[in-house]
T-cell receptor, first 116, second 110 residues
Framework: DTEVTQTPKHLVMGMTNKKSLKCEQHMGHRAMYWYKQKAKKPPELMFVYSYEKLSINESVPSRFSPECPNSSLLNLHLHALQPEDSALYLC???????????????FGEGSRLTVL | GEDVEQSLFLSVREGDSSVINCTYTDSSSTYLYWYKQEPGAGLQLLTYIFSNMDMKQDQRLTVLLNKKDKHLSLRIADTQTGDSAIYFCALRDGGFKTIFGAGTRLFVKA
C-alpha cells in the first residue's frame, strides 16, 4: 500500500467554524507532513511530525492545530480561519532522514479548503 | 538558504522530447527529485537521482545532473498529452525539509 489518503477532498467553512482535515498512511513511515499549496505555487511546509512528535512548525498561525494520534494518522484542526487560508492542503509521509533510501515524499490528493 | 529555480512554462508538440531544467544553490543534498502534479491532484514522485550520479534513465525519463554547474534536467521522450502537468524540481536538506522549485507547467499540443 503506497497511498496517503486525505479526507475530505473538499471543504467549505465559515470564519467561525471548527473543522478538521484527516490523513492516513500505512506505509510504516514515521515522518508525516502538512503542506499548504496556493494556486500555481509550490507546496509550502507547515508542520512535520517525526515518531508522532512535532518536529517542525514553520511559524504557522495558531488557528491551525496539528495532531498526530498514532504513527498512521495525522490531523489538522482548523478554527477561526481567514479567507486567505483558502488553499489546497496536502498531507505527505516519508521515511525519516538517515534511515536509508531516497526519502521521497508520498503525497495525498489533498483537501481543497475554501474559507468564506 | 537553499534556492531552486525553474522556468515556469514549456510547450511542446506531442511526440517531441521535453526538457525541463532546474538550477540550485546548495550542493549538499544527497538526493534530487522530480515530482509531477496533475490538475486537482497531489504531487507524485516521478524519479530521483543520487548526488554521485550523472545520469539516470527510467523508461521515457532521463535525468541529468551536473554538480559542477548545479544543474538538473528532466528529459521526457515521446511526450504525450497525458504528460501535461506541473513538474517540480526538489532537493532535501538532509533533515525533514524538501525545497521545491516554483514548478514548470508543461503544455503538450496534439
Amino acid at each position: 500500500d503506497t497511498e496517503v489518503t486525505q479526507t475530505p477532498k473538499h471543504l467549505v467553512m465559515g470564519m467561525t467554524n471548527k473543522k478538521s482535515l484527516k490523513c492516513e498512511q500505512h506505509m510504516g513511515h514515521r515522518a508525516m507532513y502538512w503542506y499548504k499549496q496556493k494556486a500555481k505555487k509550490p507546496p509550502e511546509l507547515m508542520f512535520v511530525y517525526s515518531y508522532e512528535k512535532l518536529s517542525i512548525n514553520e511559524s504557522v498561525p495558531s488557528r491551525f492545530s496539528p495532531e498526530c494520534p498514532n504513527s498512521s494518522l495525522l490531523n489538522l484542526h482548523l478554527h477561526a480561519l481567514q479567507p486567505e487560508d483558502s488553499a489546497l492542503y496536502l498531507c505527505a509521509s516519508s521515511q525519516v532522514a538517515g534511515t536509508g533510501g531516497p526519502g521521497e515524499l508520498f503525497f495525498g490528493e489533498g483537501s481543497r479548503l475554501t474559507v468564506l | 538558504g537553499e534556492d531552486v529555480e525553474q522556468s515556469l512554462f514549456l510547450s511542446v508538440r506531442e511526440g517531441d522530447s521535453s526538457v525541463i531544467n532546474c538550477t540550485y544553490t546548495d550542493s549538499s543534498s544527497t538526493y534530487l527529485y522530480w515530482y509531477k502534479q496533475e490538475p486537482g491532484a497531489g504531487l507524485q514522485l516521478l524519479t530521483y537521482i543520487f548526488s554521485n550520479m550523472d545520469m539516470k534513465q527510467d523508461q521515457r525519463l532521463t535525468v541529468l545532473l551536473n554538480k559542477k554547474d548545479k544543474h538538473l534536467s528532466l528529459r521526457i521522450a515521446d511526450t504525450q498529452t497525458g504528460d501535461s502537468a506541473i513538474y517540480f524540481c526538489a532537493l532535501r536538506d538532509g533533515g525533514f525539509k524538501t525545497i521545491f522549485g516554483a514548478g514548470t507547467r508543461l503544455f503538450v499540443k496534439a
